[in-house]
């Protein structure tokens, strides 16, 4: 079982071989810190496209900002 724990530990630290951006450093701001993850987790899955921002904003009842504050904020597949 010791196997498992270790790949997990590998896994969540990033030591798998993957080529991701670098997270923030330790004095990076929030915004800093909120656009590294982002940037990650484009690379590790893909970016969401604009209708999958059109359909979080719906669902939770916000109102659309418009396609190009989508692009300004987020990372958006083209």
Known sequence: MLW????TVAA?????G???PPLPGPDATDDERGRAIE???????GAPSLEHFRHTYASCGAEWPGDEEIRRRHIVAS
Do not use: F, P
């Open 4 to 7: 498992a724990a270790s790949a």
């Open 12 to 16: 969540m630290t990033n030591q798998v």
């Open 18 to 20: 993957e080529d991701l």
């Open 39 to 45: 940037a990650r987790l484009a690379a590790r899955y």
